[in-house]
C-alpha cells in the first residue's frame, strides 16, 4: 500500500479529502525516528518541513500544499517528482489582492491611524496624502480623501491561476487590465514578459502574480520602478524577491510610489528593517493565501494528484520531473 507522509498538525477533518486506498503516516519536525514512505505532503511552514525532510526515506513524489514550491527542490534534490497545489488558493490570494488595492485607494491605513488617535481632524491628513502621492495639487472642493478603482488601469504580472482570478474579481469595477505572462497570446490579450517596460507606463496599479525564479528575481528594480507612473501602487502577492527591497524602500520614501506587499526580501522582516516604516506601504506577513479552507483545498489538490498517481495517470501540476526511480533514494539537502 502507498504510504502518504503528511503534517501530524493538521486537524483530522480534512484527512478525509485524501483517497482510501493508501496508508496514512503523520510526521513532523520534532520526530525522533525515521519513516519509510513514498508520497510526502510537506508543513505548509517551510522550516517546519524542512527540518522534517531528514526524518522521511523512500519519497519518490512531494505534493505542496502550496503554489509556490521553491525551496522544496534544494531540499529533496533532482529524483523527487514535486507537485504544487496550482489552483488551491486562487479565491484566497485573489481576494486578498483585491482588499489590498481597495485599502490603498481608500487610505484604510490612515484612517486607521485616525481612528486609533481619537482625532476627528486628522482626517485633512488623507487629503493632503492623497494630493502628495498622485501629484493632483488641485485646490478640490470637497478635498479628496479617497480614490475610485472604477476606471483605473490594472497591470497583473503573471495570468496563471491567480492572476485569472484576480482578473475575475476585478470584472464589476470595471477596470482596463492589461496582462503579462511568459509569452504572449490572444483572446484574451496577453503580452509577452519581454514587454513589460512598454506596460508599466499605462498602469495605475502593477499586481505580481508570478512564481519567484532565477528569471523573475528583481524583475521590478529601479529602472521598472523609474517607468511607473507617479502615485502608481505596486502589488505583490507572490513573491518577495521579484521585487528588489532597496529600490522599493528608495522609491516608497521618494513619494514616488506606494505598494501593497504581502511577501518581503528578507522574509519574515526582521524588526528594524527599513520597509516597516515607509510612507505609503501597506505589510501584511505573508498570509495572502490564509482562510479556513486552506488545507482543504489544498488537500482536495493533493488528493487529485495522488489518485493519478495511484493509477498511472499523468500527474497535472508538475513544477519538477524526478529524475528516475532507480535514483530516487539520493535526494540531497540536509539530510545525512
Ligand atoms: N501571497 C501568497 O500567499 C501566495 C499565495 C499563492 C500563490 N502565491 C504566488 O503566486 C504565484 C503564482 O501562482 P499561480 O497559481 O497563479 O501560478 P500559475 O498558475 O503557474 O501562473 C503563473 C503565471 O506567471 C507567469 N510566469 C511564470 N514565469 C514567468 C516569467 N519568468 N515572466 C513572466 N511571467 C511568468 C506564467 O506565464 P505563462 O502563463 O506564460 O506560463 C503564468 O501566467 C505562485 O508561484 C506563488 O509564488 C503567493
Not at 10 to 30: A, H, M, N, T
Not at 84 to 108: C, D, P, R, Y
Request: charged share 20%; proline share 8%.
Amino acid at each position: 500500500m502507498l504510504r502518504v507522509a503528511y503534517p501530524a498538525t493538521l486537524i483530522p477533518d480534512v484527512l478525509r479529502e485524501l483517497p482510501e486506498g493508501v496508508e496514512l503516516v503523520p510526521v513532523s519536525d520534532k520526530m525522533g525516528h525515521d519513516v519509510e514512505v513514498d508520497v510526502w505532503i510537506p508543513d505548509p511552514y517551510p522550516t517546519r518541513a524542512q527540518r522534517t525532510w531528514p526524518h522521511l526515506r523512500g519519497v519518490k513524489l512531494v505534493l505542496s500544499m502550496l503554489a509556490g514550491t521553491e525551496w522544496i527542490p534544494g531540499t529533496v534534490g533532482p529524483h523527487v517528482t514535486i507537485c504544487n497545489a496550482h489552483g488551491a488558493h486562487n479565491v484566497a490570494t485573489a481576494e486578498w489582492t483585491l482588499g489590498a488595492i481597495l485599502s490603498m485607494l481608500k487610505q484604510f491605513p490612515l484612517f486607521l491611524d485616525i481612528q486609533r488617535s481619537g482625532n476627528w481632524r486628522r482626517r485633512n491628513e488623507a487629503s493632503a496624502a492623497y494630493a502628495a502621492i498622485t501629484g493632483d495639487t488641485r485646490a478640490h472642493h470637497p478635498p479628496v480623501m479617497l480614490e475610485d478603482l472604477t476606471g483605473k488601469t490594472v497591470l497583473l504580472v503573471g495570468h496563471g491561476a491567480i492572476g485569472k482570478e484576480i482578473e475575475r474579481m476585478l470584472a464589476p469595477f470595471y477596470v482596463d487590465v492589461l496582462r503579462v505572462a511568459r509569452t504572449a497570446r490572444k483572446n484574451p490579450e496577453v503580452h509577452a514578459v519581454s514587454e513589460l517596460d512598454g506596460l508599466l507606463p499605462r498602469a495605475d496599479v502593477v499586481v505580481l502574480i508570478l512564481p519567484f525564479s532565477a528569471e523573475t528575481r528583481w524583475l521590478i528594480d529601479q529602472p521598472e520602478i523609474a517607468l511607473m507612473r507617479q502615485g502608481a501602487l505596486l502589488v505583490n502577492a507572490a513573491r518577495g524577491p521579484i521585487v528588489n527591497t532597496d529600490a522599493l524602500v528608495e522609491a516608497l520614501n521618494a513619494g514616488r510610489i506606494r505598494a501593497a506587499i504581502d511577501v518581503t526580501d528578507p522574509e519574515p522582516l526582521p524588526e528594524n528593517h527599513p520597509l516597516w516604516s515607509c510612507p505609503n506601504l501597506l505589510v501584511t506577513p505573508h498570509i495572502g493565501a490564509s482562510s479556513p479552507y486552506f488545507a482543504r483545498n489544498a488537500l482536495r489538490v493533493a488528493a487529485a494528484e495522488l489518485r493519478r498517481y495511484m493509477n498511472g495517470e499523468p500527474l497535472h501540476n508538475v513544477v519538477q520531473e524526478g529524475e528516475g526511480p532507480e535514483n530516487r533514494d539520493q535526494g540531497i539537502g540536509n539530510r545525512e
